[in-house]
């Protein structure tokens, strides 16, 4: 069981948008940033959101981060095939002294 | 053009240990960043291992605190960890990846990563 919680799977059509949602607590998401990463099948994660909104170098402006309360948010605009992946959100735990990680989402482009 | 390459063995036996290395290109270890080592189980999601700092500092998991040491090289820009002993809930994918310049935040990039399975 992650600390964090995210939905299992989404999925849309290409050209449309999604929300992936990551929920924690005041320890964790509450008080710290939040960090997205994407993992395409049989490669390693990569950074696509850092301190909750911030978008890296080289990243596209169809991804985007959100923070409210204890919860976050990844949305995705102008969906390609491209983009199916899983999604993972991240963020430091205070109270577990640990960095800690959603479960994942598998975003199917229907 | 930063990048990282885990290497080590990847059949360890229960009990066993497990020492991983993380070859750093394109930037110093030295650098003003954390260095992170993160795993996947096989089929599952993400979690951390812990941080190292060039100034020596360390940050580990809890939840494996008592078994896990990074340290690193920097002669020769490597990170190293080392996990033991290990069973059979320790076979996993290992990463390693640059943190920020601040603690607890493992940002890009990420090696390859390396498949370590734990079975006699």
């Known amino acids: 069981q992650s600390v964090l919680t995210q939905p299992p799977s989404v999925s849309a059509a290409p050209g449309q948008k999604v929300t992936i949602s990551c929920s924690g607590t005041?320890?964790?998401?509450?008080?710290?940033?939040v960090s997205w990463y994407q993992q395409l099948p049989g490669t390693a994660p990569k950074l696509l959101i850092y301190d909750n909104d911030k978008r890296p170098s080289g990243i596209r402006d169809r991804f985007s981060g959100s923070k409210s309360g204890t919860s976050a948010t990844l949305g995705i605009t102008g969906l390609q095939t491209g983009d199916e992946a899983d999604y993972y959100c991240?963020?430091?735990?205070?109270?577990?002294?640990?960095?800690?990680f959603g479960g994942g989402t598998k975003l199917t482009v229907l | 053009q930063v990048q990282l390459q885990e290497s080590g063995p990847r059949l360890v036996k229960p009990s066993g240990t497990l020492s991983l290395t993380c070859a750093v290109s394109?930037?110093?270890?030295?650098?003003?960043?954390?260095w992170n080592w993160v795993r996947q189980s096989p089929g599952k999601g993400l979690e951390w291992i812990g941080e190292?700092?060039?100034?020596?500092?360390?940050n580990y998991n809890p939840s494996l605190r008592g078994r896990v040491t990074m340290s690193m090289d920097k002669s020769t820009n490597h990170l190293s960890l080392t996990l033991s002993p290990v069973n059979a809930a320790d076979t996993a994918m290992y990463y390693c990846a640059r943190g920020s310049a601040l603690p607890s935040s493992v940002d890009d990039p990420w090696g390859q990563g390396i498949l370590v399975t734990v079975s006699s």
């Open positions: 394109g930037v110093s270890i030295s650098s003003n960043n954390w």
């Open positions: 190292i700092h060039h100034n020596g500092a360390t």
């Open positions: 005041r320890s964790n998401i509450g008080n710290n940033y």
């Open positions: 991240g963020t430091w735990d205070s109270s577990l002294s640990a960095v800690v």
